[in-house]
């Protein structure tokens, strides 16, 4: 616990004052930017900056030529931080009454200015591990000439408080019949898409992947004729020269890119989907050659009734009937039923896609039915669409017969 001093200690709504120095900590933990007022000259000023944490000291990030690092180089500086986590937004029947749910942290002290090298290396690597696990091994260390151009406060966390708010509504007994809506708008922050800047060719790392069951981990599946890798939009080049054909999309979703630049847009596409949990899409890639063929994904995942949908599914002409593709649908398959405890996986199909519907149904897939005016085509009119599914008691026969047909199939060259 910290100790209230007469600089914390609340004149007002005590009941949401703490000093617990765990609660504290999360909150600046869960934070990646502050606050940080301070005066100088005379002047108040109030400065948005990046923290971090080491064990009871908080360090604040900063520019040598910035005034309040300037003003730490003798004695120190003063300095209030605040944090601030907003939770939700509580609205009353009454104006009086509307408020947030939140977590809050002040800290005051005298914060100095770290002059020694290693210090400020080690808070430095703290600050890139906090945007991402493992991101300081994956990257280029600061030379000395950046270490000397960045500048560091270090804040003993002494003089600290907590203030909290959660729960519901709470307001005058005599307005709980109006006839207005309360209740909690719960707030959070999101991570949005990642988005690799232009020349980018790396892989999306994994902290930056969203986690999820499972059933929505883009794990990496390994062939002795494909691997399927989780997609990016590193692919997107050689993806677009690997199925640049009319005849790939005839029947697709999604008009023929005509560009690289235009299959990246169905791979960001892709990447949004899988964000949102509507998808896990992966590339394909001839174990041989080491090209990448083309894409496919699971859809429509629903690990409650444990089932998913393999589709999205375009490959260049070239490996259309080899290994490839008979290896990449029992990589999926498998890893469906003999992983995730699939009870049952399904297929989509354009009515008109006949050449699809004899290879799903040579997978041992049983046609279902026909969805009507079920999607729209990219010309606009409206499909019907063929719908297939194998059970987990047809999957043994199945697998059995598909690694059968993967020994007669010729692998791509």
Aim: proline share 6%; net charge neutral; with cysteine.
């Amino acid at each position: 616990m910290y100790a209230p001093t007469a600089r914390t200690t609340p004149h007002r709504s005590r009941d949401k004052m703490t000093y617990d120095r765990a609660a504290a900590h999360a909150v600046l933990d869960e934070a990646y930017h502050c606050a940080f007022g301070f005066t100088v000259d005379g002047q108040p000023r109030v400065l948005p900056t990046l923290h971090v944490r080491i064990g009871d000291t908080l360090y604040l990030h900063g520019s040598t030529g910035s005034r309040p690092l300037l003003a730490a180089r003798d004695d120190g500086l003063e300095v209030c931080v605040t944090v601030t986590l907003l939770d939700g937004l509580v609205y009353a029947r009454s104006q009086f009454h509307h408020s947030a749910n939140y977590r809050s942290v002040v800290a005051l002290g005298t914060a100095r200015l770290v002059t020694d090298e290693r210090e400020k290396s080690a808070m430095l690597t703290a600050l890139v591990e906090k945007v991402g696990s493992g991101r300081s091994t994956d990257t280029r260390p600061p030379s000395r000439r950046e270490l000397a151009e960045t500048a560091v406060l270090a804040l003993p966390l002494h003089e600290v408080s907590v203030r909290t708010r959660s729960g519901g509504v709470r307001e005058d007994e005599a307005d709980l019949d109006l006839p207005h809506w309360a209740g909690v708008l719960p707030l959070r922050l999101t991570a949005g898409q990642p988005e690799p800047d232009a020349g980018v060719t790396a892989p999306l790392p994994a902290f930056l992947r969203t986690a999820r069951t499972p059933w929505h981990d883009p794990v990496a599946l390994h062939g002795e004729h494909v691997r399927l890798e989780p997609l990016d939009l590193a692919h997107a080049d050689e993806l677009h020269a690997a199925t640049a054909d009319p005849q790939v999309w005839r029947h697709l979703s999604v008009a023929l890119p005509t560009t690289p630049a235009a299959t990246a847009e169905v791979i960001r596409g892709a990447l949004a989907a899988q964000h949102a949990g509507e998808r896990v899409a992966w590339v394909q890639r001839c174990a041989v050659t080491g090209s990448v063929v083309g894409s496919t994904s699971y859809y429509e995942i629903d690990p409650q009734r444990r089932s998913v949908a393999i589709g999205h599914t375009f490959l260049g002409r070239p490996w259309w009937r080899t290994a490839i593709n008979t290896e990449a649908k029992l990589l999926l398959l498998s890893r469906a039923f003999d992983d995730l405890g699939a009870v049952r996986v399904a297929w989509h199909t354009d009515i008109r896609n006949v050449r699809s519907q004899a290879g799903i149904e040579r997978l041992g897939a049983t046609r279902e039915g026909v969805l009507r005016m079920h999607r729209q085509r990219p010309d606009g009119s409206w499909r019907d669409t063929v719908q297939y599914a194998m059970t987990v008691d047809e999957w043994p026969t199945a697998q059995a017969r598909l690694r059968e047909r993967l020994l007669r199939t010729a692998p791509a060259a």
